[in-house]
């Protein structure tokens, strides 16, 4: 019989959201008719890219690959993103359904700009002032059907502002879905996420974002059904990471740059460095360039416990192996964690400490997954699944090799582990 899955990434949706989400039909009947979890532990950083590589791979970031949203470019104001599927180590999902003569579709997942899917609308924007976002998003995915789709629907979006994208992207799936269909189909919808971010977790912005949310689940159920391939069809319902409320910004360069560890030209720019922070927003990670200099990292060591000592605003500050140890980048330095109510921007503009106003982010994530109620969802429904079952604790690297054998495919080994006990016998 043929095998449909199709995974829809609920991005931002926690622990917390659940219990609002259980509630409302669609997602309540996913939850009715299949396994499901509101305690996922995400990865560190418990950033967008790295979770989302992780979905799809099983691997924790320092073994794939996709260790912070953006990379390391200190004299870039503007980083560019890990969009590229030329960064992640090792075999996806994607990859193995491909390999194994299944159809793929991808729309919006992040990390997948010039992946091998066959019907591929990579997340993926332009950083350069000679790009532009239509010549962006055709060179990094399937030229025609991106054609096709925004021909149809583009008129729905209005750039990246929600919920415009997510009803772009969701009118996008359905076509796909009614004319395509894939065996496996990947899907990111940022609704939540953006809202949770300029409004703040408690905003009824989100609740309302969670309605759409809802009702784009039971379009989805709806469009399978009428295509008679329902009952083939595993749907995977998850979100990435949590959230908190913030009240405050970090800028460490600020500090860096006071120190004399970074240098600046005419323009303010950054023009040489030492020692850098790559903002994983609710975390940071600590870069020396020159890695071996002793004496710079008892400095930079000394200046960092002092200013914390001073502003009661960092959680931890872990070593690189404590880092690793974590699943996160082993080529830092050190990684801080912000206390709740803070968060680490890379920005060198404005006082080291700042208290946010309108045009900061009122919420973010990054944090350390293992901090107290910052849980993530996984609801999956199909003919192999169970039935109203709970599954008590998981991890996220535990999402590649399940969703794989809904497909009855094998990524290998893998830092995640098949949940066997939601597969009927």
Avoid at 36 to 53: C, Q, R
Avoid at 111 to 140: C, H
Avoid at 145 to 166: E, H
């Amino acid at each position: 019989m043929e095998k449909y899955t199709i995974i829809i990434s609920f991005d931002a949706v926690g622990k917390k959201d659940f219990e609002i989400l259980k509630n409302m039909p669609n997602f309540k009947y996913l939850i009715q008719n299949g396994s499901y979890s509101s305690n996922v532990e995400s990865v560190y950083p418990s950033l967008t890219y790295p979770a989302h590589a992780t979905i799809v791979t099983g691997n924790y970031p320092k073994n794939h690959g996709i260790i912070n949203n953006t990379l390391l470019q200190p004299k870039m104001k503007n980083p560019d993103w890990f969009w590229y599927r030329k960064y992640i180590k090792g075999t996806t999902l994607y990859d193995l359904a491909k390999e194994n003569g299944l159809k793929t579709a991808s729309l919006l997942w992040p990390v997948t700009a010039k992946a091998n899917i066959d019907y591929n609308m990579p997340e993926i924007f332009p950083n350069r002032i000679w790009q532009n976002q239509i010549s962006t998003s055709l060179s990094g995915g399937s030229k025609l059907f991106q054609f096709i789709v925004n021909k149809k629907f583009g008129k729905l979006r209005k750039g990246f502002a929600q919920p415009f994208l997510d009803n772009f992207v969701m009118k996008s799936a359905l076509y796909l879905i009614e004319n395509k269909m894939p065996n496996l189909l990947l899907i990111h919808l940022t609704d939540v996420d953006h809202f949770k971010h300029n409004y703040g977790c408690n905003s009824s912005k989100v609740l309302e974002a969670l309605k759409r949310h809802d009702l784009r689940l039971g379009k989805i159920i709806n469009v399978l059904k009428k295509i008679n391939i329902f009952h083939k069809t595993t749907i995977i319902a998850l979100g990435d990471h949590s959230f908190l409320n913030t009240e405050y910004v970090i800028r460490l360069n600020k500090l860096f740059l006071q120190k004399g560890f970074i240098s600046l030209n005419n323009n303010g720019e950054v023009k040489d460095w030492k020692v850098f922070s790559n903002s994983c927003s609710g975390s940071a990670y600590i870069y020396l360039k020159d890695n071996k200099d002793s004496i710079l990292k008892a400095k930079v060591m000394e200046e960092l416990k002092n200013f914390s000592k001073e502003n009661n605003c960092i959680n931890k500050i872990l070593t690189s192996k404590e880092a690793s140890s974590f699943g996160a980048d082993e080529k830092c330095f050190l990684m801080l964690e912000a206390k709740k109510g803070y968060y680490f921007i890379n920005s060198i503009e404005g006082n080291i400490l700042e208290k946010t106003d309108k045009s900061f982010y009122k919420a973010n994530h990054g944090y350390c997954p293992k901090i107290k109620d910052y849980k993530t969802i996984f609801i999956a429904s199909g003919p192999k699944i169970k039935k109203n079952y709970e599954i008590k604790e998981m991890r996220l690297i535990d999402e590649a090799p399940t969703i794989a054998k809904t497909l009855d495919l094998n990524l290998g080994k893998v830092d995640g582990a098949t949940l066997k006990e939601i597969f009927l016998a």
